[in-house]
C-alpha cells in the first residue's frame, strides 16, 4: 500500500485545531491513524473528521468521512479507474418545495481496469 502519511507537529496541530477540532485526544489520534493507513491528507480536505453525540461522552462517535476528493486519490493511485466521457445522466420528475429542481436520480460511470481489459461500473442515487 505503500509509506504512511506523515504529518509534522505544526501540521498535527492544524489539524487539530481545524479538521479535527471536535475530536477529543484519542479520536484525533484515530483520525490521523487512518488517514496515514489509507494515505489521506486532511489539509487537503481528502478526509473529515465528524464526532457524533458529542455533548454526551457514553454517545460520542467518531465518523472519518472520506470525500470524494480523497476517493479520487485513492482510485488515481491504482491506475485502475478512468472517467466516462460522457456527462452524469439525470432523471427529472416534479419540482416541489424539497426537490425545486425535480431530480429524481442521477447515474454516472467510471471504468475498471481489470483481465486485460475496461469495465463499466455504474453508480446511481436516488433523491
Known amino acids: 500500500m505503500g509509506e504512511l502519511q506523515t504529518f509534522s507537529p505544526d501540521k498535527l496541530a492544524l489539524i487539530k485545531r481545524t479538521v479535527a477540532k471536535d475530536c477529543t485526544d484519542d479520536e484525533f489520534r484515530l483520525f490521523i491513524h487512518i488517514c496515514q493507513a ?44 478512468r472517467p466516462d466521457v460522457a456527462a452524469p445522466r439525470y432523471t427529472i420528475g416534479e419540482k416541489s418545495p424539497t426537490n425545486p429542481l425535480g431530480i429524481e436520480s442521477c447515474e454516472v460511470t467510471v471504468f475498471k481496469f481489470s483481465h486485460g481489459e475496461w469495465w463499466p461500473v455504474v453508480g446511481q442515487a436516488f433523491w
Open 38 to 81: 489509507v494515505r489521506l491528507d486532511p489539509l487537503r480536505r481528502q478526509a473529515h473528521a465528524f464526532v457524533f453525540g458529542k455533548g454526551d461522552k457514553d454517545k460520542r462517535q467518531l465518523t472519518v468521512v472520506t470525500t470524494i476528493g480523497g476517493y479520487r486519490s485513492i482510485a488515481e493511485r491504482t491506475g485502475n479507474y
